[in-house]
């Protein structure tokens, strides 16, 4: 029995789709941008248009790693019946995990300030602690995860490919034939 998917889910996951192909397409051609225009004339409109592109790509991509994602995610495993009840118990796990990453970045301002560690200034920081996160993440999903985490799911979704683990074992009372 398949499980219908909630369309903003969908929509979510194929906007994911959609940002890597978008990527995939706009590195070459910002590559050919670069090496092919040696006028200061010629760099000037193509360098809007990639601007435009790199930040659109980079806030969607923001927005959906950062809100739209974990919100769904919380979504679809809240045990709520209602629509609505599954959406605020998505939004209350949300508020927690965003309140403490505010309390800790307060914290950690705080603290640069205070010591007077600010190399660079506060976005510098900022920068620094995204390019971190994205490099750990990067180092998990590229790793043993990258394979192991979907596969693991597949066959979770699919009791045809489970695993002898993952059986449900018969009870010794029941006759086996």
């Not at 019946?81 to 705080?110: K, M």
Request: net charge negative.
């Amino acid at each position: 029995m398949q499980q219908d998917v909630n369309c903003f889910s969908f929509l979510a996951s194929f906007l994911g789709f959609a940002l890597s192909f978008s990527i995939i397409c706009l590195i070459p051609y910002d590559v050919w941008a670069a090496l092919s225009s040696h006028d200061e004339s010629q760099r000037t409109g193509t360098n809007v248009i990639l601007n435009w592109t790199w930040n659109s790509v980079y806030w969607v991509t923001f927005i959906l790693c950062w809100f739209l994602c974990p919100v769904l995610i919380a979504y679809e495993t809240a045990g709520d019946f209602t629509p609505v009840g599954r959406l605020r118990a998505s939004l209350r796990q949300n508020a927690i995990w965003y309140t403490s990453y505010l309390v800790v970045g307060c914290v950690v301002v705080l603290w640069l300030t205070i010591e007077g560690h600010e190399y660079g200034g506060i976005s510098a920081w900022c920068i620094a602690a995204s390019n971190a996160w994205g490099l750990l993440m990067s180092t998990v999903l590229m790793g043993y995860g990258l394979v192991a985490v979907p596969r693991h799911f597949w066959r979770l979704a699919n009791p045809g490919e489970r695993s002898p683990n993952c059986a449900v074992q018969q009870s010794p009372w029941t006759k086996q034939d």
